[in-house]
């Protein structure tokens, strides 16, 4: 069993930056691929990045490609998303997720409100 507290979340002008962390608990984190979901009010949660277990390969939205960066420290047992350039449509609860795979997860956290105002 893996749990996920994000933290770092918060309230930032456009343009600013935030670095979220996702906190696990549980030995077999470090054999997992690790994501960031967010969700807008009114929509579905989506896709932002992805970083495998060793660090090696990430994935990206199209629409934050450039902007975020997303690294772990395993021996933390914490991943980051960092965001810069922010714009307003960022705006959303951020989730960490982790699984196997993450098509789908299989654990995820409770959520980071983040806020971009404009």
């Known amino acids: 069993q893996v749990q996920l507290v994000e933290s770092g979340g918060g309230l930032v002008q456009a343009g600013g930056s935030l670095r979220l962390s996702c906190a696990a608990s549980g030995p077999t984190f470090i054999s997992y691929t690790v994501g960031w979901f967010r969700q807008a009010p009114g929509r579905e949660r989506a896709f932002v990045a992805a970083?495998?277990?060793?660090?090696?390969?990430?994935a990206y939205a199209d629409s934050v490609k450039s902007r975020f960066t997303i690294s772990r420290d395993n021996a933390k047992n914490t991943v980051y998303l960092q965001m810069n350039s922010l714009k307003p449509e960022d705006a959303a609860v951020y989730f960490c997720a982790a699984g196997a795979t993450i098509s789908p997860p299989d654990y995820w956290g409770q959520g980071t409100q983040v806020t971009v105002s404009s």
């Open positions: 970083v495998d277990r060793s660090a090696r390969s990430t």
